[in-house]
């Protein structure tokens, strides 16, 4: 299924790296709890599947060369983007020391340009080399996204963008709340599609985040 997914984005796939990431991912989980996804299926369809989705929600992904994931936890979904094509360097960030210990050994093994970082992102987002330097800022079940906004909003460089992955129902009842914070960071906000995620997994939708050089 995720080779057929890659064929019909006209993605490579670059299988060596995926299986890589797959065997880094759970060895390191069997000395510390990084994910509770084990199974390479299971793997497939909620990482890596999930991850990807955002590709083909809003294409215009590829053309960021600096990502920040937040909260990265087992380095999902930076690395599954990072692996499919998207960006030149990559910059996890999580509050939990040990998960960031591992995820940087994962982009040592994979090759991955960039460095993670442990810390409170509102925080981080003050520090020179990652202020106002991300043209890519992505979080996947981490917190609400309003709270996301005010946590991350300084990582933005001019013309980028931030992806909260969510679903229909989160959207929905935070979207009052988006809209007033976004107004505040001087982000536009948009949903993109609504996706069915593969077998009983749920749906899934995107909060787009973009703050433009005419603000």
């Known amino acids: 299924m995720i080779l057929d997914y890659f064929d ?23 000395e510390t709890n990084l994910t509770r996804i084990i199974d390479r299926q299971d793997h497939d369809l909620k990482h890596i599947y999930d991850s990807i989705l955002l590709l083909k929600a809003l294409p215009e992904v590829f053309r960021a060369r600096n990502i920040a994931d ?25 509050k939990v020391g040990k998960k960031i210990n591992y995820v940087q050994s994962f982009m040592d093994e994979l090759d991955i340009p960039g460095k993670a970082f442990h810390g409170n992102a509102r925080e981080l987002a003050r520090k020179p080399e ?54 505040k960071a001087k982000l536009s906000c948009t949903f993109s599609e609504i996706f069915d995620l593969p077998g009983e997994n749920g749906k899934r939708q995107f909060a787009i985040l973009r703050k433009s050089s005419n603000e």
């Open 70 to 94: 937040i909260g990265c936890g087992g380095g999902i979904p930076g690395i599954p983007l990072f692996l499919a094509g998207v960006g030149e360097a990559l910059f996890p960030i999580d």
């Open 8 to 30: 019909e984005l006209d993605l490579p796939y670059q299988k060596n790296k995926f299986d890589k990431f797959y065997e880094i991912l759970v060895r390191a989980n069997a």
């Open 130 to 183: 990652l202020s106002a330097q991300m043209d890519l800022v992505v979080s996947r079940a981490v917190t609400e996204s309003p709270l996301l906004i005010k946590l991350c909003k300084g990582f933005l460089a001019q013309d980028s963008m931030m992806v909260c992955y969510s679903t229909p129902k989160q959207l929905e009842e935070e979207e009052k709340i988006l809209m007033r914070e976004c107004k």
